[in-house]
């Protein structure tokens, strides 16, 4: 697809549109849970310095093309581009918020790519059954520890590899809010 077809293609409404460098276009269903649980997920992310690397729908080069756009991604300090792009290796912790589309490859998909690649914390933030779950030590097939926390229940400390704690409000987190019925 040309850069003038896609300029005047209108994507439909609700959808955010990824343009990879290897040509491929992903369109990914957003909702407003998804957008307030990311934005409050940034929000917490302060706590580490106004300019700690974080970054968020920002792609991230892996192995063998499998670069991902994680949802929130919290980066070493001394993290370079490579390029365009940080590597995987400078990854301390990824979180992935959970979509009506997205959760078969959140929950399996993305926790054996993330284990396979060494990333030391992977969070599944899903505000459709209101928990957290956070895997840890990762392995060449997934991760050795997942331990799931409920929204509501305070402050979760979060040790990342380099000796800082990112502390996740639970209690702040986005609640689903219950549909409205129709006449």
Known sequence: MSVDAIMHTEFPEGYTVFFGADGKVIMT????????TIRSLQIDTLALGRH???????????????????????????????GKRYSFEDVLLIAEVVSVSSARKDYDDCTAKYGRYGIPVYLIVDPYAQEVVIHTEPTGAGYIAAHTHKYGTGKLPIELADGRTFNLDLDELPRREPEARTR
């Not at 093309?65 to 300090?77: C, F, G, K, T, V």
């Open 29 to 36: 269903p957003q909702s407003e849970e998804h957008s307030s």
């Open 52 to 82: 700690a690397k974080v970054t968020s729908d920002v792609y991230l080069d892996f192995p063998a093309d499998e670069n991902s756009a994680p949802d929130l991604a919290i980066l070493r300090e001394d993290a370079q581009k490579q």
